[in-house]
């Protein structure tokens, strides 16, 4: 059922890198050149996060290649040789993938400790260089597995696939931290902002989702195949991926719910702040909703990693008994 240690570094790479890169690219699409310049404490609280984030994700990199090297050694973390761990980085795609995604993530820590006087080019960067990492988990996985011109296919599919998951998950990072009690007052006309970035959001969301649902499907015929969905299923590996489906239609149910019914309410609660002569005009409700369905929508999204990376080890189809 695959080595519960490593499995949880596979988690806990796919939640940091996704929000390393989502993270970034939110303000690029959903706040305007001056919010990103004036000092606030949204684009504060992202630098903050992105600094932690590039060194955990730095670390756990390590923490993983090592463990693989470990179990490929059949030896303890502790017990782990230097040379085969450096063949194995030298001589493997893994190996390539792990040093690419190590630079990235060094260069996404720079910018976010001494470019953030630039924010919109460090937000760029920072994007760009998290989708690299994300990009490079691609190798550790079915795709990388996977050889010659499929292969090709696999791993450009796969990697669209977690980018645009990645924009996804990082703007549900983001509009936590914009919508928080304490921030959503720090920052004037916060609300305001939010019901915005709501807004614009949605039209990104709806282009992740179409991303994510056509590569899913390219995903699912390269490593399972139609025709043989039904003995997949009688795997573990099937029976997770269709949990990981149920929670995919929950994140879509709730991102639906958002874009129709709460932003739209938030959107018109902070109208009505505006208007002096309202009597009705406090939108902490409106925020207060969408608050929780975005917690709801971060665990959901959370689960789906966390399944992401123990089905990622298994084989989609259950062992012939010998003959």
């Not at 303890?76 to 990235?104: C, H, N």
């Not at 006087?117 to 460090?122: C, Q």
């Not at 409700?285 to 123990?310: F, K, Q």
Request: hydrophobic share 60%; with cysteine.
């Amino acid at each position: 059922m695959g080595d519960p240690v490593l499995i949880g570094i596979r988690f806990a790479l796919y939640a940091d890198l996704m929000l390393i890169a989502g993270l970034a690219a939110f303000p690029l699409y959903a706040l305007t050149r001056s919010e990103r310049l004036a000092p606030q404490p949204m684009m504060a609280s992202i630098w903050r996060a992105e600094r932690w984030l590039c060194a955990a994700g730095l670390l756990l990199s390590i923490l993983g290649m090592g463990v693989l090297a470990a179990s490929m050694q059949g030896v303890g973390l502790l017990s782990l040789e230097l040379q085969p761990f450096w063949d194995l980085v030298r001589e493997t795609e893994v190996g390539t993938a792990w040093v690419y995604r190590s630079a990235a993530l060094l260069l996404a820590l720079a910018v976010a400790i001494w470019m953030v006087r630039w924010p919109t080019i460090s937000a760029a960067v920072l994007a760009a260089a998290g989708s690299v990492a994300v990009a490079s988990l691609v190798w550790s996985g079915h795709a990388g597995a996977t050889e010659g011109a499929a292969g090709t296919a696999h791993r450009i599919s796969d990697i669209l696939h977690l980018i645009a998951a990645a924009v996804w998950i990082g703007a549900i990072g983001a509009f936590l931290i914009l919508i928080s009690p304490r921030r959503v007052r720090e920052w004037p006309g916060g609300p305001q902002i939010a019901a915005r970035s709501l807004e614009q959001f949605s039209r990104v969301g709806t282009i992740c989702v179409l991303v994510i649902a056509a590569t899913g499907l390219i995903n699912s015929q390269m490593i399972v195949g139609a025709e043989n969905l039904g003995r997949s299923l009688g795997s573990p590996y099937g029976q997770l991926l269709l949990a990981k489906l149920a929670l995919f239609g929950l994140m879509l149910a709730l991102a639906a719910a958002n874009r129709w019914r709460l932003t739209p309410a938030l959107a018109a609660a902070t109208a009505a702040s505006d208007d002096a002569e309202s009597v009705d005009s406090d939108p902490d409700a409106a925020l207060a909703a969408m608050r929780r369905s975005l917690i709801i929508e971060a665990s959901a999204a959370l689960a789906i990693l966390a399944l992401v990376a123990w089905f990622g080890t298994l084989e989609p189809f259950v062992a012939a008994d010998p003959v």
